[in-house]
């Protein structure tokens, strides 16, 4: 059931602390956490503790929440010094856009040139 932890969920068992992450930020609705394959020299994972499969349905069941997830991902951007020159906010929803953990996230990358179009 959305907003529920899944036993099966990678992000599910960070939220709960039982997998490792190094995690950079965290609130009461949100945990932020540095990628174990950064695509840039900064790359930081923000998810809401609660499980929603995608941005899309995130944002549908729980707006305030889909905010808060854009709230920390600034937060986390300003803490790593990025505000400054620059970064990307990214939400992958689907399998076809490249989301392989389906618990809604953010990507914040920055620290490096970012070429549009992405990808």
Partial sequence: MAGEAQADCLFCRIVKGEIPATIVRESET????????PQA?????????????????????????????LREAGEVAAAEGLDGSGYRVVFNTGAGAGQTVFHAHAHVLGGRGLQWPPG
Avoid: G
């Fill in 30 to 37: 949100t945990v932020a956490f540095r990628d174990i394959n």
């Fill in 41 to 69: 020299p900064t790359h930081v994972l923000v998810i809401p503790r609660a499980h929603y499969p995608d941005a899309a349905s995130l944002a549908a069941a729980e707006p305030a929440l889909a905010a808060d997830v």
